[in-house]
């Protein structure tokens, strides 16, 4: 049987960086020649970086991706590097007049999420992805139009499928056309973002797309963090049987070469399946003559605190560096969320570039300012205390303010603190409340709220200290000091903005309320559905109440890395003015 030796690189690209990228591709293709690949495949837009959301409607954005394109593939062959194979996802524009007329209901200019086949410096073909995902975080249908060919290019007497993310996801395609067109290889170029075991669902996948296209199929996939999104990486490679026999680890840049033993090309002529039609490209008919076949490698699977820590502190490193900061700071109180938000900065950025502020208040306990100063002590970063009581005064004395206010009052002021010594040193403020805290609204907005960035947006209370205590536990098991201070992790959580306050003053437990939530806002179950599951009535109206009227407080919530399947945000879109009430006391009357 034909060898061929793959490399698929799983790059940490940044949107819009088409200079910079272009960069990591000529230097990764250049590292799969030195370790003599004949094939190297990059993620899908891995020359524009992805999503590229309305940047693809922007004509001069479509235009230079496609000549970079071209100036990509001559660069390439001016370095010594056009023999081997390059597949580079790039934002393209679909051909032909009919495809170029913008209508309604068709993206201005029909771009399309391509991937172009560069070999002797020239693109030799493209492939154009069919299906487009308009679900979850994804708008495709808003930004592309679809392609309708299956591109098959023969490499050194291999014919090899090339299709794009979301096509291995749905059923039909060209996937489906994959085992008509004779191929002895399925390569997918993916920018699939994280979620929590995605991973396993995505093996399963691939094993199953194996078998039905009949040939082996190698997975590259994108990784780093853009925005709310964080990509994992985990590039995979099946054979026909779908048994995965290499794997690349998760939220590592990198290379993973793999030496596959595959079916010679058996000249299966093109044609029209199932309304796809099946393209040819001929780079070499011959087969490579034989060679020593390195050994592919199954890097280990992360457990489900390590998979999740490593996303966010993933998304933090690459929001704070792709967007030019050079620290972040944040509110240190003492308190569980505070610490792990600083122990996963350290982590990203390190711990000189992390700035603590503690603000203690009248009703701020001294176990609280000593466990802020203990984990500052610990991990090393930049420690600061800043009292706010002689700044809360003069408004307390001029407003009257009193109760609830007064409680916001002191929320406020340490958000003013934050934001000074952020427009004074540059510091990219760090929001530290949790997804439990915000489905509810327990949060001060322009308090605690404030922020460029918040790490644990998308992590249930409950979740925040199963990290924590996995964060302690990793360390200790590594021989080193454990940054999350034991009491930290042990103690009731409190805002301490009034004497002897705590969170069940007016929330139900942690673990009873994520629960619920998780029914509610990640399941999208309606109050009956929640009174059938077990959930007193009175409570459900009460968490239902305050979800609902949180709304408003949660689009001016600063951006986090998604890690659950379905993050706030593009994820889960509700209008704010909304008449529409869930009632429990009527569900259990039915």
């Given amino acids: ?160 499928a090339l299709v794009i993310c979301e096509d291995l996801w749905q059923d039909g395609g060209p996937v489906a056309v994959t085992r008509e067109a004779g191929a002895g290889l399925l390569l997918v170029v993916n920018s699939s973002p994280y979620e929590a075991n995605k991973d396993d669902v995505r093996g399963d996948l691939v094993r199953r797309r194996a078998r039905e296209a009949g040939c082996a199929l190698a997975y590259v996939n994108l990784v780093g963090g853009q925005d709310e999104l964080v990509f994992d990486g985990d590039s995979l490679i099946a054979d026909a049987d779908g048994t995965v026999f290499a794997r690349a680890p998760q939220f590592e840049q990198g290379s993973m070469v793999v030496d596959l033993d595959l079916p010679a090309a058996t000249g299966t002529p093109s044609g029209t399946h199932e309304g796809i039609e099946i393209v040819h490209t001929v780079l070499h008919d011959d087969a490579l003559p034989a060679y020593d076949a390195i050994e592919s490698n199954i890097a280990p699977r992360l457990s489900d605190e390590a998979e999740m820590y490593g996303a966010i502190v993933t998304g933090l490193r690459d929001y704070v560096q792709k967007n030019g900061f050079k620290s972040v700071l944040l509110g240190l109180s003492g308190g569980i969320d505070s610490s792990l938000v600083a122990a996963i900065a350290c982590d990203a950025i390190g711990a000189e570039h992390v700035f603590g502020i503690s603000n203690p208040s009248v009703y701020s306990s001294d176990h609280s300012k000593d466990d802020a100063a203990d984990l500052a002590a610990r991990t090393g970063l930049n420690y600061r205390v800043v009292p706010i009581q002689p700044m809360v005064q003069p408004f307390l004395d001029t407003l009257g303010l009193t109760g609830l206010a007064e409680e916001n009052l002191q929320a406020r002021v340490r958000a003013v603190i934050w934001m000074g010594l952020s427009n004074a040193d540059g510091h990219l403020v760090l929001a530290c409340g949790n997804k439990s805290e915000l489905s509810v609204g327990y949060s001060t907005i322009y308090g605690d709220a404030v922020g460029g960035y918040a790490p644990l947006k998308d992590v249930p209370k409950t979740l925040v200290w199963r990290l924590a205590k996995w964060r302690n536990a990793d360390a200790k098991a590594r021989g080193q000091q454990p940054p999350i201070p034991a009491n930290s992790i042990a103690k009731p959580p409190s805002a301490e903005l009034r004497p002897g306050q705590q969170d069940t003053d007016s929330l139900p437990p942690y673990d009873l309320l994520d629960d619920m939530l998780d029914d509610y806002v990640e399941q999208d179950r309606g109050s009956a559905e929640l009174v059938a599951a077990g959930f007193e009535t009175g409570l459900v109206t009460q968490v239902i109440q305050l979800v609902d009227r949180a709304e408003y407080k949660r689009r001016q919530y600063p951006p986090g890395p998604k890690i659950t399947h379905k993050a706030f945000g593009r994820d889960r879109r509700l209008p704010i003015t909304n008449a529409w009430r869930e009632d429990a006391r009527k569900a259990a009357e039915h």
Wanted: hydrophobic residues 40%.
């Fill in 1 to 160: 049987m034909p060898q061929l030796r793959v490399a698929l690189a799983q790059l940490n690209v940044t949107v819009g960086d088409i200079d910079g990228n272009s960069d990591k591709i000529v230097a990764w293709t250049r590292n799969a020649v030195e370790r003599g690949a004949h094939v190297v495949a990059f993620p899908e837009l891995g020359l524009t970086g992805y999503p590229v959301e309305d940047l693809a409607l922007r004509a001069s954005f479509v235009d230079a991706s496609q000549h970079r394109i071209h100036t990509l593939a001559q660069r390439l062959a001016d370095e010594g590097l056009g023999d081997i194979v390059v597949i580079c996802g790039y934002l393209d524009r679909a051909g032909g007049t009919a495809m170029g007329i913008d209508r309604l209901g068709r993206p201005k200019g029909s771009p399309t999420n391509a991937a172009a086949v560069i070999h002797q410096g020239r693109v030799v073909t493209s492939a154009v992805k069919h299906h487009l995902p308009n679900y979850g975080v994804f708008d495709e249908f808003r930004h592309f139009v679809p392609g309708n060919t299956l591109q098959v290019v023969r490499i050194h007497g291999v014919d090899v």
